[in-house]
């Protein structure tokens, strides 16, 4: 389908956004407690272990607060997991309307990485006006670039959610890798750790990762506030676009098929 | 923009044209056959397992000209809806819809039981394609025909299921499609509202809407549908007037049914339906000696009596019919028709009794079918049935007797 007659189903989309949130975080104990608890305890539980029990002093970071230098990928970092553990679902978990009525598919994964995203940014905010109040010197003149990014973040992982969606529908299990396979990739991402203290021979590795990218990029632009833009930036958002747009294509071939596997 | 491309040109122009539809259903695999399906579907060579749904429909719908679908269970008529609805996509022909379909596959398929009434209103109102404006300006006539009172704002988890239904059905008189896709005729919920969608429905036709619907009711196939279209294994067995295909698919299954088992004797006593319904519970032959009998001579005067059980105390509309042994209808008529009214003989039970005067068919063997209907004479329940032998001895050939007389012959245009 082409995104002109997507258009056409904005009033749906909406919809289903709506939805969606309401849901997973209105109304509900468990969802607020994903909402602010869950991060929060995270970020606190990571921050003890290593500025309390471990007592890590990065060089790269001596005049920087470990837990500011956390939370501000940590956010992020969660809006991608949890948006493309939702999406991975979301077809899945509508079986019955894609079985019944005849819609685009695919605004069910965007209405639920939508969704994730838009509650995490909320969350994100709230984090970083607490951090200003409590006296941390983060550049929140750099918010509007940082949003940007998050953008591009966002597009990373609706492609990442179509293509694993449509897989899910067809192979059951997809959805069981994505634990442990969301855990290494956390631990592959500069979230815990500056990217500066990665060896140089694996620096290279290191940057293929799109999140290393956006979350590395967000800490530069909130705390080292460094708002220059350069080609790396330039290559990391085209390799985006190219790849959200070949998920979707990928996901829009098999479209078709899922009520035959649902 | 559907308007468009269905604009003044629309009575010759087919609402949806089918042309050499097929479908195929992956059958499925495991482990590593599965990613070989995956890719072969991302290829379009389709060279996976797969079973044969429908094959080889060529079919056009014009304006007004309700298609009916019959077929056995599993002969692909669910299939061939959802593929005009657009829910699946056939794996080979072509596929031309020129209007607004609005398909009923499943009253409320989009509810979600936390929401309330009317947020469910929104949610499937924009699932089938209506926009806010169009929302809003419909949504009063909508709670008005669901009728539902204050349950409207209360979440639909607590809703019985008739109130659901209500709902599911009161959106699609909102969309007014220009052909309406359903799987069974849609009389749902209690009685008055099943009167109130009955209403509709005929108000739709007489508009000018089309309808498609699939059914194992031919009294309803007949009654709504111009057209009709029979299914068998997957490939279209027959196509023409609904009226003809449905004797052609009952005939067939008569002789399919014959085969199987004998025919309920005369006096079986249908148990009291559990769930209401109206129905026949006896049915018998006498002579004219009003002896209760099983076979009768031709040309003597035969009754077929009855008793039809109405759970409401209306009374029953009762249609008999008579057929030739392999289901070829040769005569109905119906209590409707005739302005009778089955006589009360205690409570929910009503009794009738048609005489044949000099009963015309040949000797043979036939079937008296009776059918006991509501007072609207819409909805049908499962007849009733009994053999009859007409015994004599004839040189006549056929199946009944007309009136006749032979005169001398003349010169042609003398």
Not at chain 1, 219 to 242: H, M, P, S, W
Not at chain 2, 31 to 46: A, D, E, F, M, V
Not at chain 2, 162 to 183: K, S, V
Not at chain 2, 388 to 413: N, S
Request: hydrophobic share 45%; glycine share 8%.
């Amino acid at each position: 389908m082409k995104v002109t007659e997507l258009w056409r189903f904005r009033w749906l989309f909406l919809n289903l956004l709506i939805r969606e949130i309401r849901n997973r975080y209105v109304g509900s104990l468990s969802g607020i407690f994903s909402i602010i608890f869950n991060p929060l305890a995270l970020l606190a539980i990571y921050a003890f272990v290593f500025a309390t029990i471990l007592r890590i002093k990065f060089p790269a970071l001596v005049e920087y607060n470990f837990t500011v230098f956390l939370a501000l990928a940590l956010w992020p970092w969660l809006a991608f997991q949890e948006g493309t553990q939702r999406g991975t679902l979301s077809i899945q978990s509508n079986g019955n309307l894609v079985k019944k009525v005849a819609f685009p598919h695919e605004l069910l994964v965007y209405s639920a990485v939508t969704a994730t995203y838009i509650v995490h940014l909320g969350g994100f905010l709230l984090v970083l006006l607490a951090l200003v109040l409590f006296g941390s010197a983060i550049n929140l003149l750099a918010l509007p670039l940082v949003i940007s990014i998050l953008g591009v973040q966002f597009l990373f992982t609706l492609g990442l959610a179509l293509a694993l969606a449509a897989m899910q529908v067809l192979i059951k299990d997809t959805e069981q890798y994505l634990s442990p396979v969301f855990m290494i990739w956390f631990y592959a991402t500069p979230i815990l750790y500056p990217a500066s203290l990665v060896p140089a021979s694996m620096h290279q590795v290191i940057m293929l990762n799109p999140m290393a990218y956006f979350t590395g990029r967000i800490r530069d632009l909130l705390l080292y506030k460094n708002c220059q833009f350069g080609l790396v930036d330039a290559a990391e958002i085209a390799g985006t676009v190219v790849f959200f747009l070949l998920a979707r294509l990928f996901f829009n071939r098999l479209s078709p098929h899922f009520e035959d596997f649902l | 923009m559907d308007q468009e491309i269905f604009s003044a040109d629309n009575l010759q122009s087919p609402l949806v044209c089918l042309k050499n539809v097929g479908k195929d259903f992956p059958v499925a695999s495991t482990g590593l056959g599965h990613l070989q399906t995956i890719w072969s579907l991302l290829t379009g060579r389709g060279d996976y397992a797969r079973f044969r749904a429908l094959r080889g429909v060529d079919l056009e719908i014009y304006t007004g000209q309700s298609l009916g679908l019959i077929g056995e269970n599993g002969a692909g008529k669910t299939t061939l809806l959802k593929i005009v609805a657009g829910v699946i996509k056939p794996s080979i022909g072509k596929v031309e819809i020129n209007c607004r379909v609005g398909a009923l596959l499943e009253l409320g398929a989009g509810f979600h039981p936390e929401y309330t009434g009317r947020e469910n209103i929104y949610l499937t109102a924009a699932l089938m394609g209506m926009t806010k404006s169009d929302i809003a300006d419909n949504i009063s006539s909508i709670i008005d025909f669901a009728d539902i009172g204050e349950h409207i704002d209360k979440q639909i988890k607590h809703y019985s299921s008739g109130m659901f239904i209500r709902l599911g059905f009161a959106i699609i008189t909102a969309l007014r499609p220009d052909i309406l896709i359903t799987d069974e005729v849609l009389a749902v919920g209690d009685e008055s509202f099943q009167k109130k969608c009955i209403k509709w429905m005929e108000s739709y036709l007489s508009d000018g809407g089309t309808l498609m619907l699939c059914s194992h009711s031919m009294y309803h196939i007949n009654k709504v549908c111009h057209k009709a279209l029979w299914l068998h294994r997957g490939q279209p067995r027959l196509y023409g007037d609904s009226s003809d295909v449905t004797r052609e698919y009952l005939a067939h299954f008569e002789e399919k049914n014959s085969k199987a088992e004998e025919y309920k004797s005369h006096n079986v006593t249908h148990e009291k339906n559990a769930d209401e319904k109206y129905a026949i519970q006896e049915l018998w032959l006498e002579d004219q000696d009003r002896n209760h009998v099983s076979n009768v001579t031709n040309g003597k005067d035969v009754y077929v009596c009855g008793i039809a059980y109405s759970p409401d105390q209306r009374i029953p509309v009762v249609a008999v019919g008579v057929l030739r042994s392999d289901g070829t209808p040769i005569y109905g008529i119906s209590t409707e028709v005739d302005r009778f009214q089955p006589n009360e003989l205690g409570t929910n039970s009503f009794g009738f009794t048609l005489h044949f005067k000099r009963f015309p068919l040949l000797p043979g063997k036939y079937l008296i079918r009776a059918h006991a209907m509501d007072p609207e004479g819409m909805r049908l329940f499962d007849p009733m049935e009994c053999t009859l032998v007409v015994l004599g001895q004839t040189r006549e050939i056929g199946l009944c007797y007309i009136k006749h007389a032979w005169l001398p012959g003349k010169r042609a245009h003398s």
